[in-house]
């Protein structure tokens, strides 16, 4: 396997139990319990705001009002995304007794459907493909956009690309319809061997039902109190909305100057803690307000490294061991990456997209 890194000259075989240990120090039961209680507040407080945004599209009566309900929508809309689906289906929303998917939270990790996704194929997707191999092309789908882009040196690039650092941002907002058309896609192509498995026959009603469930409170609610075209363009609008505000947050933590990169074939030459140290950036530590509002909103993904470290460990606990990642690499020379704002990050893809539309050969290695 390449990589867009060369190994660290520091020896690292015991990162990842001084890591754990350190982690686990860090989080007394009464901290964690403290941080889970947090998040229950934060999750009642996104759905409320969320019924409240439709209910505000439902009423309104005029295109002002309708226009700043649509927005609060789309915005409550990511958050349930980013704060509750998330942590649910990486279960840590409730504690576990093991890497298992509880009950508890494999139920409330069913606000993913209240998004228009598919919980069932996102556990795939996002847990086992992008968590088991960040930035590693080949096993990593949220890196793979085809021949659309070239987000990693491993990719091959085509003459468009040189212009990705422009064309991306407007179609970061269709980010929502992809994974909709993909999960319809996936579907389709199991219905083939429904008949012989049971569990396939479950998903397929599961995905079929909350979809039809979807449209209907998009469309069909509104469409009691308002005319069906003003609907259609308003939820357009909202899920290209959302569809920007995901693009954009998720690859400003990994597809961005100073992550490493790997082929697939074989395990990349670390650990796999370090490895999530060095495919994973933070953003946005900063104690100012704008940045402690974008830290409630995003839900964590600010602090990418620590979600990719522990990802059973709610958001909310993520300040208080970052410091302790940060330590811990500085004592074993790994490098660790944090942007001082969403601005910064966000500049740092535009930079990095860029770079992989003109580059033919890998980029040099990055160290901090």
């Known amino acids: 396997m390449r ?38 507040v934060k999750a009642i407080v996104i759905a409320l705001w969320y019924l409240a945004s439709l209910a505000g599209v439902i009423l309104a009566s005029g295109w002002l009002e309708g226009t700043l309900a649509a927005a609060s929508l789309a915005l409550a809309f990511a958050a349930v995304g980013f704060n509750i689906q998330h ?72 003459f468009w690309h040189r212009y990705q650092h422009l064309y991306l941002w407007p179609l970061y907002c269709f980010t929502v319809l992809e994974i909709m058309f993909n999960d319809l896609a996936t579907l389709v192509g199991a ?52 569809g920007f505000l995901l693009g954009v947050v998720f690859q400003s933590a990994h597809i961005v100057e100073g992550a490493e990169f790997a082929e697939a074939g074989s395990r990349p030459p670390y650990q796999w803690h370090e490895w999530q140290v060095r495919s994973s950036l933070d953003f ?45 690499c500085e004592d074993y020379g790994i490098p660790r990456h944090v942007q001082p704002s969403f601005h910064a990050a966000v500049a740092s893809h535009f930079r990095h997209l860029r770079a992989m539309g003109r580059r033919l050969q890998p980029p040099p290695a990055l160290h901090s």
């Open 3 to 40: 990589t867009s890194a060369a190994p660290s000259p520091v020896l690292t075989g015991g990162f990842a139990g001084a890591l754990t240990r350190a982690v686990s120090a860090r989080l007394d039961p009464e901290t964690l319990r403290a941080a889970r209680r947090r998040l229950h």
């Open 87 to 158: 942590d649910a289906n990486h279960n840590a929303f409730f504690a576990a007794p093991t890497k298992r998917l509880s009950r508890a939270n494999r139920i409330v990790g069913w606000s993913m459907f209240v998004v228009g996704a598919d919980a069932n194929r996102w556990l795939y997707r996002h847990n086992t493909l992008h968590h088991g191999s960040p930035n590693v092309v080949g096993l990593d789908s949220d890196i793979n956009l085809g021949p659309l882009a070239r987000l990693a040196p491993f990719q091959r690039r085509y």
């Open 191 to 242: 219905s083939r061997h429904v008949r012989k498995s049971r569990s396939r026959l479950s998903d397929a009603s599961v995905a079929i039902l909350t979809k039809v469930a979807f449209v209907s409170v998009m469309l069909g609610l509104p469409s009691l109190t308002h005319p069906f075209w003003t609907v259609a363009i308003g939820a357009l609008a909202v899920m290209l909305a959302v």
């Open 284 to 328: 946005s530590h900063g104690s100012g307000l704008l940045s402690r509002l974008f830290r409630w909103y995003a839900g964590g993904l600010d602090h990418q490294t620590e979600h990719h470290l522990f990802p059973r460990v709610p958001h909310t606990a993520y300040p208080l061991i970052a410091p302790v990642v940060t330590a811990v």
